[in-house]
């Protein structure tokens, strides 16, 4: 499995910022999003089934959108309302069925107040 994941950057509080994630190596039920705060563990932030059901993090809700390509190639997140604690390290994953869970190598997201 390769994850490849991109769109990181600076960005000012209340800006907006969507992640990429371009997955292959086999064919995924699930992919998200997981993300790490500095000085923090990684944590679930967001996750999109075949089926289309979303499943989202109490911080993420109402303002991070999770979605994939038709292909399910790609999965991306969609950042609004970003703010400085929204900082950190954003790891996409996904899931197969062949070899379980999967994490990108990360990018690095920073919100200046």
């Known amino acids: 499995v390769q994850l490849q994941a991109s769109g990181g950057g600076l960005v000012q509080a209340g800006g907006s910022l969507r992640l990429s994630c371009a997955a292959s190596?086999?064919?995924?039920?699930?992919m998200g999003w997981y993300f790490q705060a500095p000085g923090k563990e990684r944590e679930f932030l967001a996750s999109i089934h075949t089926s289309g059901r979303t499943n989202y993090v109490g911080s993420a809700k109402g303002r991070f959108t999770v979605s994939t390509d038709n292909a399910r190639n790609t999965v991306y997140l969609q950042m609004d309302g970003l703010q400085p604690a929204d900082t950190g390290v954003y790891y996409c994953?996904?899931?197969?069925?062949?070899?379980?869970?999967?994490w990108g190598q990360g990018t690095l997201v920073t919100v200046s107040s």
């Open positions: 190596g086999s064919v995924f039920s699930v």
């Open positions: 994953y996904v899931f197969s069925n062949r070899y379980g869970n999967d």
